[in-house]
């Protein structure tokens, strides 16, 4: 059937397969991977508590080299249009890795802590992303990682609230009402991953979350990077980028969404409606 023929799949709005260039979400995503694996080869060890290993290895600077060198690999192969999709493949691999290695450990000792989940949930908004971009790349449903992602929102959201003081501890002086913008942006994640569970406005709900998560790397952690850059502000300034970029490379997969949708104008979470065919050219 020729594809002016077909009705719209979910990946439809990434660019052609002949255009050299990535679409902004996988592009975004690939360049703060490429930083990832920049800043591990520079210092030599893993993303903090990002990327703490649950056990004292010998050979953990290896360990963290290598990381660093499928990070980075994983990040140019997004940037080029052959290698994109095997990319998108390494990187959810490693994010899998990830999660089920450094993260869920934590919170299978220590599960009424809400801060191992949240150190799992920051990991598993990454994947969402990434997974996101695979399935869109594969021509696959994307309504698993968007399950993810809605439920990766929730300790977040939850952390903000368990650990207020903390929270306002990073907020930068000038910036009045620490306590109130503590408590409103994790009522915000919650309030997204409600709308995303719920299929309700769940574009808008993306968009702003992701926005949201940018705006807060770029308040609480960048100010810091400028004033003294090393592997102590690189590291949470890169990761939280990470975040910020995992939920929009998650917001990709609603693109075809309108921005208002209700849950009574599709069926599940995620993946939109298909378009009517449009009709082929006479001749």
Same mark, same amino acid.
């Given at each position: 059937?020729?594809?002016?023929?077909r009705?719209? =799949?979910?990946g439809?709005?990434? =660019?052609?397969?002949?255009?050299?260039?990535?679409? /902004?979400?996988?592009a @975004?995503?690939? +360049?703060?991977m %490429?930083?990832?694996?920049? *800043?591990?080869?520079?210092?030599?060890?893993?993303?903090?508590?990002?990327?703490h290993l649950?056990i004292?290895?010998?050979?953990?600077g290896?360990?963290? %080299?290598? !990381?660093a060198?499928v990070?980075?690999?994983?990040?140019?192969? /997004?940037? %080029? *249009?052959?290698?994109?999709t095997a990319?998108?493949?390494?990187?959810?691999?490693?994010?899998?890795?990830? !999660?089920?290695l +450094?993260?869920?450990?934590?919170?299978?000792? !220590?599960?009424? $802590?809400?801060a191992?989940w949240l150190?799992?949930?920051?990991?598993t @908004?990454?994947?969402?992303?990434?997974?996101?971009?695979?399935? @869109?790349r594969?021509? =696959?449903?994307?309504r698993?990682?968007?399950?993810?992602?809605? #439920?990766?929102?929730?300790? %977040?959201?939850?952390?903000?609230?368990?650990?207020?003081?903390?929270?306002?501890?990073? $907020?930068?002086?000038?910036?009045?009402?620490?306590?109130?913008?503590?408590?409103?942006?994790g009522a915000a994640?919650l309030?997204?991953?409600?709308? +995303? #569970? /719920?299929?309700?406005?769940?574009?808008l709900?993306?968009?702003l979350?992701?926005?949201? /998560?940018?705006?807060?790397?770029? !308040?609480?952690?960048?100010?810091?990077?400028?004033?003294?850059?090393?592997?102590e502000?690189?590291?949470?300034? #890169?990761m939280?980028?990470?975040?910020?970029?995992?939920?929009w490379a998650?917001?990709e997969?609603?693109?075809?969404?309108?921005?208002?949708?209700?849950?009574?104008? =599709?069926?599940?979470?995620?993946?939109?409606?298909?378009?009517?065919? @449009?009709?082929?050219?006479?001749?």
């Open positions: 059937m020729p594809a002016s023929a009705p719209a =799949r979910p439809d709005h990434l =660019r052609s397969p002949t255009s050299p260039y990535p679409d /902004l979400g996988e @975004l995503l690939a +360049l703060v %490429i930083g990832l694996g920049i *800043r591990g080869l520079v210092y030599g060890d893993l993303a903090g508590v990002w990327q649950p004292d290895l010998p050979a953990a290896g360990l963290a %080299i290598a !990381v060198v990070e980075l690999i994983a990040g140019l192969g /997004l940037l %080029i *249009r052959r290698t994109a990319a998108s493949i390494v990187l959810v691999a490693l994010l899998l890795l990830w !999660v089920v +450094l993260k869920l450990p934590a919170v299978l000792t !220590v599960p009424r $802590m809400e191992t150190g799992l949930a920051e990991i @908004l990454i994947l969402a992303g990434a997974w996101t971009l695979l399935a @869109l594969t021509r =696959r449903g994307t698993p990682a968007q399950w993810l992602l809605a #439920l990766s929102l929730v300790p %977040i959201g939850l952390a903000h609230f368990f650990y207020a003081p903390q929270t306002v501890a990073l $907020m930068p002086g000038w910036l009045p009402w620490h306590l109130g913008w503590a408590y409103l942006t994640s309030f997204a991953a409600a709308a +995303l #569970l /719920l299929g309700v406005w769940p574009r709900a993306v968009v979350e992701a926005g949201m /998560l940018s705006v807060i790397t770029l !308040v609480i952690w960048l100010p810091g990077l400028i004033a003294a850059p090393g592997n502000t690189w590291t949470p300034f #890169l939280s980028s990470a975040i910020a970029i995992g939920a998650a917001a997969g609603y693109r075809n969404a309108a921005w208002l949708d209700r849950p009574g104008r =599709r069926r599940g979470l995620s993946t939109p409606d298909p378009q009517p065919p @449009l009709q082929a050219p006479a001749g």
